[in-house]
């Protein structure tokens, strides 16, 4: 049952939390070191201010999007996220058939609990990317490539932003993986064994980092589009297209990387005129309301994801809690547009917002 005081998807965050141990919930809601980026990315939001149309003659507004040949109802994605079955008994299969009943494309994690199988069968024609973290062996990412090729995934979208991460709230918490919860898409796959010197350790870590050859490598294996996950400097997504990338998302991995980089919606317009055009832009990190999604559009992003909002209505409500995070976020931004006199997503430009002295 949806708690009855739920009207924004924020108000899902304080009932998920309740529903969760201190284990799950400072992997879900952490960020890196003092979390000053996981505040930004909300905070820059509210910043921007909007310009109201008065009397819009409006006859309906129309959420669709094409991105790489593929009409989505609306532009609200989620983001992918690992380990659903933290926060819910059925994982990712709950998050699925919530996506599903909001046509919403849902990005499907390396490190699901569910494999990518599973998660496919439960979407049926519904849209599924797969997130790809580059393993260290180009056999097995490969190998997760042909698996999300076979069971009908429709983009791949290649996270390049966290080789390492510092997360502080997880560490004083204390976070492990429950028994029971696990990188199901990587099961049987043997470890690389880790060095007990740290120096070590961390050298054997960057030296199985990815590079950009790997992304054009990747480009020459798969017909898939690919999407790269994790830029907000515009030098990187120049490179990005230049290694063959056929989308960007500018994202920050919701503040739980490199703390103190700028907040995404800060530095979109940057990225956004560097691409020019040249690919679609998505964007992640902070996205609470509809208005969010509606300044992402004005400042050069085709579409949005999602990250906790849905893990906190999974958490709270299951399938039907994804549903309803989607459903009101989607009714926000109808809204938004009616009230800024848009009635399409390509009526979307700056001139939604207000113009800063
Ligand atoms: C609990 C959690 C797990 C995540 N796991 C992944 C992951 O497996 N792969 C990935 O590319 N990003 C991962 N992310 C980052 C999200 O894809 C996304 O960038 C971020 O959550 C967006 O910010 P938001 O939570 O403010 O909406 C994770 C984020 C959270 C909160
Ligand atoms: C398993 C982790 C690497 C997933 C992740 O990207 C995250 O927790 O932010």
């Not at 380990?83 to 996506?99: I, N, Q, R, S």
């Not at 703390?259 to 317009?269: C, H, K, S, Y």
């Amino acid at each position: 049952m949806i708690p009855t005081d739920i009207a924004a998807v924020t108000d899902y965050e304080p009932h998920a939390r309740a529903r969760m141990g201190e284990n799950a919930w400072a992997y879900i809601a952490g960020g890196s070191a003092d979390e000053t980026t996981l505040r930004w990315n909300v905070e820059a939001f509210s910043r921007l201010k909007l310009q109201a149309q008065a009397l819009p003659d409006l006859r309906d507004v129309d959420t669709r999007v094409t991105l790489f040949g593929q009409t989505l109802a609306h532009p609200i994605l989620l983001a992918p996220t690992a380990y659903h079955k933290l926060v819910h008994p059925e994982g990712e299969l709950a998050t699925a058939l919530g996506a599903a009943a909001l046509e919403a494309a849902m990005v499907v994690s390396t490190q699901a609990s569910v494999t990518l199988e599973d998660i496919a069968a439960q979407s049926g024609a519904h849209p599924l990317w797969f997130q790809l973290y580059l393993q260290a062996d180009r056999a097995l990412s490969g190998a997760l490539v042909r698996r999300a090729e076979a069971a009908g995934y429709r983009a791949l979208v290649v996270t390049v932003d966290a080789p390492v991460s510092l997360r502080n709230r997880e560490q004083r918490a204390g976070f492990a993986l429950p028994p029971g919860v696990e990188a199901a898409n990587l099961r049987g796959q043997p470890q690389p064994p880790v060095p007990e010197d740290e120096r070590a350790a961390l050298r054997a870590l960057l030296a199985s980092s990815a590079r950009w050859a790997d992304i054009a490598w990747l480009r020459g294996f798969t017909r898939l589009p690919i999407l790269l996950k994790g830029i907000t400097n515009p030098e990187d997504a120049e490179r990005a297209i230049a290694h063959g990338a056929d989308g960007i998302i500018v994202s920050n991995h919701g503040g739980r990387v490199l703390d103190t980089v700028p907040a995404t919606i800060e530095a979109l317009p940057a990225v956004a005129a560097r691409v020019g055009g040249r690919v679609p832009l998505l964007l992640d990190g902070g996205v609470r309301r509809g208005t969010d999604a509606l300044k992402a559009l004005a400042l050069g992003a085709s579409a949005v994801l999602i990250g906790r909002p849905y893990l906190h209505g999974l958490a709270v409500g299951g399938a039907v809690g994804v549903a309803h995070v989607l459903k009101i976020l989607r009714t926000e931004l109808e809204i938004a547009m009616i009230l800024t006199g848009r009635s399409t997503l390509a009526g979307i430009d700056r001139t939604v917002l207000w113009p800063e002295a």
